[in-house]
């Protein structure tokens, strides 16, 4: 739930002090009172009915699960109740065992270079093991859950097949279905929910930027995908894992969801993770998205396009560690407007931001050649090799968008079987 007004945190922080001073001081009684958290609205603020209330802030619907159990806390940044109190906070105030957290790529804290190895550790603040789920070791074994009785997973997706956090999710409920432990997802809007797009995912380009059949713009929250990917028999052969859902309500496929708390270092606001879906490609290219500068994933360039009209250089940064083209002047096309308005406008895959950086790069340097990675990651991004070889060939978007459309209409019919809230048709 999103705050309407600044009087209406002032309240909300006035009310946490009164809780605070009659809890502090009384056995079992929590300084956190997690029921307070969602509040009455104002003359200002959005009617109670038309509220979303994330599946974090339903305690009633889940917390019965976890009495007496040992809890393992798959959470990062994102994993907050009204973007205030971390949610593994609230759960041990309430008296509930937090065993361990499972941190996805970026760390828990959410301040890890994207790619970055994130190490084992212990949360200074609750002295909880911090279990690295990026790297080595991308699903909990057997050793690392032996001591848990049901596994939460609580984070902010965005909505793009290659964002990984959903791959976490996945390998999550593998874990819990291979060791009898149930699996409880807290549900979330999608920011990018409003739209399906993009090449379905071929079986041969599988990896952890892209583990299931579905679009580059899935059009599913986390809840939704989860419920999928089990009804589907994804998960390591056809096993089903014990899975809840616990939904938002209020939400539906048309509302807009504005991020507070930034999901990952590089999608600092709600501009950049529009745009992320159609500018990730560029991390299979030679172009820069803005890694490094304070404008990630709302631009892109490249040293040779001096004739394009905005400039940047970029500069080593937290969660950005080496960014492409260090200190080098960059020409390219910044894409953010200066107002919010026409966010739920983007409503498909933006295909002329690779189309026409390709173009430039072309004819900058006299050749195609060495415009994609080496490594061809844009295939794995992309799901398939279709899409580098229809750029390399110069077809028209109209003609890409075409060799999309009967798997993309399959995929379509088959997610209206798990979507949990109205669509935006």
């Known amino acids: 739930m999103k705050y309407q007004s600044p009087i209406l945190f002032i309240i909300f922080l006035l009310g946490l002090s009164l809780c605070t001073l009659q809890c502090a001081g009384q056995p079992g009684k929590s300084a956190i009172n997690a029921e307070k958290y969602i509040l009455a609205a104002d003359s200002k603020a959005i009617p109670l009915e038309e509220k979303i209330i994330i599946g974090c802030e339903q305690f009633d619907a889940y917390l019965p699960a976890l009495k007496n159990k040992r809890v393992g806390m798959v959470v990062n940044q994102t994993s907050t109740v009204n973007d205030d109190f971390h949610l593994v906070d609230a759960l041990i105030a309430k008296g509930i065992k937090v065993q361990?957290?499972?941190?996805?790529?970026?760390?828990?804290?959410?301040?890890?270079?994207?790619?970055?190895?994130?190490?084992?550790?212990?949360?200074?603040?609750?002295?909880?093991?911090?279990?690295?789920?990026?790297?080595?070791?991308?699903?909990?074994?057997?050793?690392?859950?032996?001591?848990?009785?049901v596994l939460i997973f609580d984070i902010q997706d965005v909505g793009a097949r290659f964002y990984t956090y959903i791959s976490t999710m996945h390998y999550i409920m593998e874990a819990g279905a291979e060791n009898n432990i149930p699996v409880i997802v807290l549900d979330?809007?999608?920011?990018?929910?409003?739209?399906?797009?993009?090449?379905?995912?071929?079986?041969?380009?599988?990896?952890?930027v892209g583990m299931h059949a579905i679009p580059v713009v899935h059009g599913l929250t986390v809840g939704e995908l989860a419920n999928m990917i089990n009804g589907e028999g994804w998960l390591a052969n056809g096993i089903k894992c014990d899975?809840?859902?616990?939904?938002?309500?209020?939400?539906?496929?048309?509302?807009?969801?504005?991020?507070?708390?930034?999901?990952?270092?590089?999608?600092?606001?709600?501009?950049?993770?529009?745009?992320?879906?159609?500018?990730?490609?560029?991390?299979?290219?030679?172009?820069?998205v803005g890694r490094g500068t304070n404008k990630q994933f709302q631009l892109y360039g490249h040293p040779s396009f001096k004739d394009q009209p905005f400039q940047f250089t970029p500069q080593p940064m937290q969660g950005a560690k080496y960014p492409k083209h260090d200190g080098q002047s960059c020409g390219g096309v910044y894409l953010t407007k200066e107002s919010e308005s026409g966010l739920q406008q983007l409503n498909q895959l933006e295909l002329s931001y690779l189309m026409n950086a390709f173009k430039w790069y072309k004819e900058a340097n006299g050749s195609a050649d060495g415009f994609f990675l080496k490594n061809n990651f844009i295939n794995k991004l992309a799901g398939t090799s279709d899409l580098k070889n229809q750029i390399l060939a110069e077809l028209t978007e109209e003609e890409i968008r075409a060799s999309w459309e009967p798997a993309l209409s399959e995929y379509k019919e088959l997610r209206k079987k798990y979507l949990l809230y109205p669509d935006f048709d």
């Open 100 to 149: 361990a957290v499972f941190a996805p790529e970026h760390g828990f804290r959410g301040t890890a270079d994207a790619g970055e190895k994130i190490k084992n550790g212990v949360d200074v603040k609750t002295g909880l093991p911090i279990v690295s789920l990026y790297g080595k070791n991308k699903k909990p074994n057997a050793d690392m859950l032996k001591d848990i009785d």
């Open 243 to 288: 899975l809840t859902v616990v939904n938002a309500t209020g939400y539906t496929h048309k509302k807009p969801w504005s991020l507070n708390i930034k999901p990952s270092p590089n999608l600092p606001n709600d501009w950049s993770i529009a745009l992320y879906p159609s500018l990730c490609f560029f991390e299979g290219t030679v172009v820069s």
């Open 188 to 208: 979330r809007p999608n920011p990018n929910g409003h739209y399906v797009d993009g090449p379905i995912l071929q079986k041969s380009y599988k990896s952890f």
